[in-house]
């Protein structure tokens, strides 16, 4: 017989609470992993979109809240004017329910922008000019919405025709729903205005001082890095601080489950660890097997945890909420490190149930 | 059975003046206990229930720890020892009277726990394990739980437990105050059969005289005190 059995057999004796601790540990890291990888998936899917369409600086009005405000549609032109700029557009991005979809990313882009660039057609075409009411669905908002070339959409009250399903290689360009910019403006009453300004940059430009350059010329608005669009943003940073908040909140429940849990088993063995110490058990090996049987229990917890969680977020991904516009991320770095916090939380857990069963003297646990 | 004994091996304990109070000082269980326990011996420690029998059977195994006076083994002071686990893991072997074997365990698991942290891996614990229980006549009880074990068997399979750290002293609080008298007659048969095969040195707790006289050496406690301590007649 091993420690290692020892650990399993203690753990054994009450398997249903033993059970219930593991799935409470459990529930905990699979809130973590669906939240985490809720946040981080949408970051993913946000860089991607940055890296496929090719932007080097994007401008907006992140004002606190996850989606920018609205501005003249000619600050393009400010912009565009400075040196080192090789090419802007505008931009309007809004959430709307969308039919039977209750929500759905739609994107108005300027006619013949490089932002069309990265939308492979897969059926159909895209729109002819600026004028034509047509729209072109990401492969998964058509797929979310149920239509295909030649069906009417209904973006708010005004009709448009789908002429074209694309692949634009990021979740976010894929669930979205793409018209020309004018049109969309038209639709959603936001006549003249834009969201987002791309910009392109010429070779060798020092983009830091463009950005600067970019708010200097237009105070109130923000010009950032792509690549540190998500650094930067507070919607990213709102999104981080309250899936690890809740996070937080659910290890610590899993800590104060546990521990209890650990607290009874030492209480209840009180006879069992009197006779351990009888038999020449030092202390430190009965601290040892509280601890290993409490992490034990982490670790046990932490892998169902993922494994739930990994199930909560493929539901999620079903889900027409979801779909389309986040492509949750759970890497085996998530997996690992959610795991890692669940054994961490069992460590935690059993550190005062142990030092409880290490000041234990044996000839009062022997008497019961 | 008067008088005093003369042991004539090398000494294990040496007990001065050893005191023991619960409930500060209000309750007085040991009142100053002066013993000589020699190597070899099996010494009977006899008296009415409350005398300090199992208290002092404690002090020995340090389960429990003297108010005052001194308490020697092998020349060495065990109530300055910060962890008697060493100590019990040793040299110590322990019979209770409810024999105290884990619910959760096999029997020769059970056998097995005194091992830990001893020298060997568990091939060399299972083996010794199953050499024990094959000497207390158990060798077809080994995968069963304690529950599916009669009293008599719980108690042979406590004693090869109380062997498998190879122990110099076995401390035995009424090995067979849960036995009818068949039981306890085989019980007491095997203790001395295994004391003389293993070279150990046995101390009882008894309150029945009959069992007692089993012993080489019988030492009379009441109220706390040794009130006789002589061979066995």
């Given at each position: 017989m091993s420690f290692l059995q020892v650990i399993f057999r203690g753990l054994w004796r009450r398997p249903v609470r033993t059970g219930l601790t593991v799935l409470g540990i459990a529930i905990g890291i699979a809130a973590v992993v669906a939240l985490v990888g809720m946040a981080s998936g949408y970051e993913k899917s946000v860089v991607n979109q940055l890296d496929t369409i090719g932007i080097d600086i994007v401008v907006s009005?992140?004002?606190?809240?996850?989606m920018p405000k609205t501005f003249e549609e000619t600050v393009r032109d400010g912009i565009a004017s400075l040196p080192g700029v090789s090419e802007a557009n505008a931009t309007l991005m809004q959430m709307l329910s969308v039919e039977d979809a209750p929500m759905m990313v739609v994107y108005g882009r300027e006619w013949n922008s490089f932002t069309w660039d990265g939308l492979e057609v897969l059926e159909g075409r895209l729109p002819r000019d600026s004028a034509e009411p047509a729209v072109v669905l990401g492969k998964l908002a058509a797929e979310v919405m149920g239509k295909k070339v030649g069906d009417p959409l209904q973006i708010e009250a005004v009709e448009f025709t789908v002429v074209g399903i694309v692949d634009g290689s990021s979740v976010l360009e894929n669930g979205a729903i793409n018209l020309a910019l004018p049109r969309f403006q038209e639709a959603s009453g936001y006549e003249e205005r834009a969201n987002f300004v791309n910009v392109r940059v010429t070779e060798g430009t020092d983009v830091a001082a463009l950005c600067a350059a970019i708010e200097a010329r237009h105070p109130g608005l923000r010009a950032v890095a792509s690549g540190e669009v998500v650094g930067t943003s507070q919607g990213f940073r709102m999104a981080r601080a309250m899936s690890w908040s809740t996070s937080l909140l659910a290890i610590i429940v899993g800590v104060l489950g546990v521990m209890n849990t650990m607290l009874m088993s030492v209480f209840e063995r009180k006879h069992e660890i009197g006779v351990l110490l009888a038999l020449g058990w030092q202390r430190a090996r009965i601290m040892a097997l509280i601890l290993c049987e409490s992490a034990a229990m982490g670790l046990l917890g932490g892998i169902v945890g993922v494994l739930l969680g990994a199930a909560v977020l493929a539901v999620l991904e079903t889900t027409p909420y979801v779909r389309g516009f986040l492509e949750p991320d759970l890497g085996w770095a998530l997996a690992l490190r959610a795991v890692i916090i669940a054994m961490l939380v069992g460590v935690i857990s059993g550190l005062y149930p142990a030092w409880r069963s290490s000041r234990l003297s044996p000839g009062l646990a022997l008497q019961g | 059975m008067s008088g005093s004994a003369k042991p004539a091996g090398e000494t294990l304990y040496e007990a001065t003046g050893l005191t023991k109070e619960y409930d500060d000082g209000n309750v007085?269980?040991?009142?100053g206990i002066d013993l000589r326990i020699s190597r070899g011996e099996f010494v009977a420690i006899v008296g009415p229930s409350g005398c300090g029998k199992t208290t002092l059977l404690n002090m020995l195994g340090l389960l429990d720890r003297p108010t005052a006076g001194e308490l020697r083994f092998r020349g060495r002071?065990?109530?300055?020892?910060?962890?008697p686990a060493a100590y019990r893991a040793r040299d110590i072997g322990f019979i209770f009277q409810s024999f105290h074997l884990l619910p959760n365990f096999t029997v020769e698991e059970n056998v097995q726990i005194p091992m830990f942290g001893l020298p060997g891996s568990p091939a060399a614990r299972r083996a010794r394990a199953v050499e024990l229980l094959e000497a207390v006549g158990l060798s077809h009880r080994l995968?069963?739980?304690?529950?599916?074990?009669?009293g008599g068997e719980r108690q042979r399979a406590a004693i090869a437990r109380s062997l498998a750290n190879r122990p110099s002293i076995l401390l035995a609080d009424?090995?067979?105050?849960?036995?009818d008298s068949k039981n306890s007659e085989h019980v007491m048969e095997l203790l001395q059969r295994l004391r003389v095969e293993h070279d150990v040195t046995l101390v009882m707790v008894t309150h029945d005289r009959q069992l007692a006289a089993h012993a080489t050496r019988l030492v009379e406690i009441r109220d706390g005190r040794v009130m006789a301590d002589g061979l066995s007649p």
């Open positions: 009005n992140m004002q606190g809240g996850i | 007085p269980a040991l009142r002071d065990l109530t300055t020892l910060g962890d995968a069963h739980l304690p529950v599916k074990l009669s009424e090995p067979t105050g849960n036995l």
